[in-house]
C-alpha cells in the first residue's frame, strides 16, 4: 500500500513541492528532481518511481521554486542547491525520516544532485539523461563538460541515458554504471529497460 502526499517546503529561494509516494517498510527513500524546463510528470522520472516502489523504496519527486512559482526558465544553479539541500533536509525531518537517502533527477536535476550529494549525506546518485556536454555558444566556443560533476560523486552513481542523446553519454568508472536504453535526451522510450536497470541498482545499493 502506498501513501500519497503533496506538500510546500519553504527553501531560501521561494516555495518548492514535494509530491511523496510512501510505502510500507521502505528499505530506503528516493528523491528526484526535474529537468530545467520540464516538471515531475516526465515519463523518465515516473518510470523511475514506479521500479523504485515495487522494491519498497519510497519516493519524493520535487518541483523547484522556479517551477511552483509559474516560471519555465531555471534558476541559477547555486540557487537550484541551495533549494534542493533545503527541501531534502526537510524530508529527512519527515517523509524520508531514518531511511537511506538515494537523490537523483533528470538532466538539470540530476546535475542538482550530483553537486550536492555529499552535502545531503546521499548513499547514491540516480541521473537520468545527464547533460554530459553543454550546447555550443553563439560564438562558436565549446562550454566546459560537466563530467566533473559526476567525477565528484563519492557514492554509486547509475547514469541512464538515451542511445541517441544529443548531449552525449558518460563513461562507466569505478562508482559509476551507465545503462544505455533507446532513445535521446528525452528518455520517453526505453522505459522498460529504465525501469528494468533502476530496480537492479537499488536492489545493489540500498
Do not use: K
Amino acid at each position: 500500500m502506498t501513501a500519497e502526499t503533496v506538500r510546500e517546503i519553504d527553501t531560501p529561494h521561494g516555495p518548492a513541492r514535494a509530491h511523496a509516494q510512501l510505502v510500507e517498510q521502505p528499505r530506503a527513500a528516493l528523491v528526484l528532481g526535474h529537468g530545467a524546463g520540464g516538471g515531475v510528470t516526465a515519463r523518465d522520472l515516473v518510470a523511475a518511481g514506479e521500479a523504485a516502489l515495487e522494491h519498497r523504496v519510497s519516493v519524493v519527486l520535487v518541483e523547484q521554486p522556479y517551477r511552483v512559482a509559474g516560471r519555465r526558465s531555471p534558476a541559477p544553479a547555486a540557487q537550484l542547491d541551495t533549494a534542493w539541500r533545503a527541501v531534502v533536509e526537510a524530508l529527512r525531518e519527515n517523509e524520508t525520516r531514518g531511511l537511506p537517502l538515494v537523490v537523483g533527477g533528470r538532466s538539470s536535476g540530476a546535475r542538482v544532485a550530483c553537486r550536492t550529494a555529499g552535502d545531503v549525506g546521499a548513499a547514491g546518485v540516480l541521473c537520468l539523461a545527464f547533460p554530459l556536454v553543454p550546447p555550443a555558444r553563439r560564438s562558436g566556443a565549446q562550454p566546459a563538460g560537466r563530467l566533473p560533476e559526476l567525477d565528484a560523486v563519492a557514492v554509486p552513481v547509475l547514469v541512464v541515458q538515451g542511445a541517441n542523446d544529443r548531449f552525449g553519454i558518460p563513461p562507466v568508472a569505478p562508482r559509476r554504471t551507465v545503462v544505455v536504453v533507446p532513445g535521446d535526451h528525452a528518455l520517453r522510450s526505453g522505459l522498460g529497460e529504465l525501469r528494468a536497470a533502476v530496480g537492479a541498482w537499488l536492489g545493489e545499493v540500498v
